[in-house]
């Protein structure tokens, strides 16, 4: 089972940090999850929510801002680039992509990316756009695809749907039952809920036989699944 490390070691340090993640690898996180979105100009940075308010006080949006507009940032609070981040990670660690609002104007580049860093094998995308899911299908027909669903979803209506074009999905942990798990398995699909830090819950999915906890906190996750003692604040 994987460790995702969602947007970094995420309980201890700033998400989508380049902190978070050195300290997810530190934690031994099997991969590293990250938010993609597009600027004003185009470049692509890591960043969840559509506006900068949550994470640097910044109540503009992300789309409305250009590379340079970042660039301003304080560096503790800026979002990194995709590009940067690869360059730091992709050769030493498996990646979960999310594209956040995709269109087709720009998700492409990030097959592009995958392709020039050579993580054929090692990336999956996912998004709650299954639209966009779909173009990516039809761009990219090797890329490994999954398909988000929000918390309030029913993903075991939605199983054919994304067994048309993905090969996991992505609900919300409390989601997850025994019967989601055999319908997913019976379509092929891997299972890998969002987002679980308690560890009597990350122990209750194992159980069930999901294929990944994303986590906010690897050295839980990775303490649960090695059966180890867990750390000390967990």
Same mark, same amino acid.
Do not use: C
């Given at each position: 089972?994987?460790?995702?490390?969602? %947007? /970094?070691?995420?309980?201890?340090?700033?998400?989508?940090?380049?902190?978070?993640? =050195? #300290?997810? %690898?530190?934690? $031994?996180?099997? +991969?590293?999850? #990250?938010? +993609?979105?597009?600027? &004003?100009?185009?470049?692509?940075?890591?960043?969840? =929510?559509?506006?900068?308010?949550?994470?640097?006080?910044?109540?503009?949006?992300?789309?409305?801002?250009?590379? &340079?507009?970042?660039?301003?940032? *304080?560096? &503790?609070?800026?979002?990194?680039?995709?590009? !940067?981040?690869?360059?730091?990670? &992709?050769?030493?660690?498996?990646?979960?992509? *999310?594209?956040?609002?995709?269109?087709?104007?720009?998700?492409?580049?990030?097959?592009?990316?995958?392709?020039?860093?050579?993580?054929? /094998? %090692?990336?999956?995308?996912?998004?709650?756009?299954?639209?966009?899911?779909?173009?990516? %299908?039809?761009?990219?027909?090797?890329?490994?695809?999954?398909?988000?669903?929000?918390?309030?979803?029913?993903?075991? $209506?939605?199983?054919?749907?994304?067994?048309?074009? !993905?090969?996991?999905?992505?609900?919300?942990? /409390?989601?997850?039952?025994?019967?989601?798990?055999? !319908?997913?398995?019976?379509? /092929?699909?891997?299972?890998?809920?969002?987002?679980?830090? $308690?560890?009597?819950?990350? $122990?209750?999915?194992?159980?069930?036989?999901?294929?990944?906890?994303?986590?906010?906190?690897?050295?839980?996750? +990775?303490?649960?699944?090695?059966?180890?003692? #867990?750390?000390? !604040?967990?």
């Amino acid at each position: 089972m994987d460790v995702v490390a969602h %947007r /970094g070691a995420s309980a201890y340090a700033l998400e989508h940090t380049f902190a978070a993640y =050195d #300290l997810a %690898r530190a934690q $031994e996180a099997d +991969v590293l999850e #990250l938010d +993609v979105r597009r600027t &004003a100009d185009g470049e692509l940075v890591l960043v969840h =929510d559509p506006t900068l308010l949550r994470t640097a006080g910044d109540p503009r949006g992300v789309e409305g801002l250009t590379r &340079a507009a970042i660039a301003a940032l *304080d560096a &503790a609070m800026r979002p990194p680039s995709f590009e !940067a981040f690869l360059e730091r990670y &992709a050769g030493e660690s498996r990646l979960l992509i *999310d594209l956040k609002d995709p269109t087709p104007g720009w998700e492409g580049r990030v097959v592009e990316a995958i392709e020039r860093h050579e993580l054929r /094998g %090692r990336a999956v995308v996912q998004s709650f756009d299954l639209r966009a899911l779909r173009r990516l %299908r039809r761009r990219a027909p090797w890329l490994t695809l999954s398909a988000l669903f929000p918390r309030d979803a029913a993903p075991a $209506e939605h199983l054919e749907v994304a067994a048309a074009f !993905a090969s996991g999905i992505g609900p919300w942990h /409390g989601a997850v039952d025994g019967a989601l798990v055999t !319908a997913a398995r019976a379509r /092929g699909l891997a299972i890998r809920p969002w987002t679980v830090d $308690e560890p009597a819950e990350m $122990e209750r999915l194992l159980a069930l036989g999901v294929d990944a906890l994303i986590t906010n906190a690897p050295d839980v996750a +990775v303490a649960v699944v090695r059966g180890t003692p #867990l750390p000390a !604040a967990a």
